[in-house]
């Protein structure tokens, strides 16, 4: 059965949080590759869907030095990856970006929508953890920022609440392009994580771990921050720090990977993430 919906593509944020605030159960459409999925399976049935794609604030992507970068909610993932301040100043953020599904996904699939469906498994989620990145929300009362740590609330949960629109994701500036992003899939390309690290040495030497596929909600490993705070980056801290994030997991076993596989991955990656840091000047 072919779902029947009213769709309305508002010129402007106001038009947009109007709308909202006047029909229950709207569904917001930006890239549209987890919704599409939904509609064509019957796993959803909306009455309404609001396509904000014409709302400018959702098509910005700039940086601004002291300020950082802002990805507005219907930048799309490839302009995300191949953005030059991207790739130059938030690296870990442009290598998921390009490791997240098929090119022509990417060409539709946007950041916000990513961080939205709140799979834990989802690619993006990691680096932006490590960046401390902000999500900009708007209703009708006005608008906010959530921490994105704080944004997370369960497996396929936010915070977000039914007449909300997130209009876009800000990283602040940043001094130190140190930081990588890891995944280890089942099929490259195509499927997503088995287990995803983010890892980042900021200019004032302090580490930033995320990890995503490892937990309900993609986490920080900020405990193990901690003890890392302050010593050298060896090959034997590298080494440490793996085997102490595989002993701090407690992933779950599902149709892509063992717990135990999870867990062992997750410590490889880390020790790989830091040693890669380490090699690219890190101390």
């Known amino acids: 059965m072919l779902s029947r919906f009213d769709y309305v593509k508002p010129q402007t944020l106001e038009e947009a949080l109007a709308y909202l605030a006047e029909n229950a159960g709207t569904k917001i459409l930006a890239g549209g590759t987890d919704l599409m999925v939904m509609l064509r399976r019957n796993a959803q049935m ?9 709302i400018p604030e959702t098509r910005r992507l700039d940086y601004k030095p002291q300020e950082g970068l802002f990805i507005g909610a219907s930048i799309n993932v490839n302009e995300v990856a191949g953005a030059a301040m991207t790739r130059e100043k938030y690296p870990a953020l442009a290598q998921a970006a390009n490791a997240l599904a098929s090119y022509q996904i990417r060409n539709r699939a946007t950041l916000v929508g990513n961080i ?37 609330t369960g497996v396929k949960k936010t915070v ?23 995944k ?34 993609p986490i920080r490993l900020t405990r193990m921050e901690e003890q890392l705070k302050d010593r050298p980056l060896t090959p034997e801290l590298a080494a440490w ?6 002993k701090s997991i407690r992933p779950i076993s599902d149709v892509r990977s063992s717990a135990e596989y999870r867990r062992h991955i997750a ?10 840091l380490l090699a690219a000047g890190g101390i």
């Open 241 to 246: 720090a793996g085997e102490e994030a595989a």
């Open 46 to 54: 909306p009455e309404h869907i609001l396509d904000i794609k014409s």
């Open 184 to 217: 280890q899939a089942r099929i490259r390309g195509h499927d997503l994580g088995i287990v995803g690290v983010a890892a980042r040495l900021t200019a004032a030497k302090e580490f930033r771990i995320a990890m995503s596929a490892v937990a309900p909600t």
């Open 116 to 152: 939205c469906n709140a799979s834990p498994g989802a690619d993006l989620s990691g680096p932006l953890l490590v960046y401390d990145a902000k999500v900009h929300v708007a209703n009708s009362q006005g608008q906010q920022t959530v921490a994105i740590h704080e944004f997370f």
């Open 160 to 182: 977000l609440q039914p007449v909300d629109i997130v209009i876009g994701v800000s990283l602040p500036d940043v001094d130190a392009a140190d930081a990588v992003f890891l």
């Open 267 to 276: 410590g490889v990656l880390v020790k790989r993430a830091l040693s890669q």
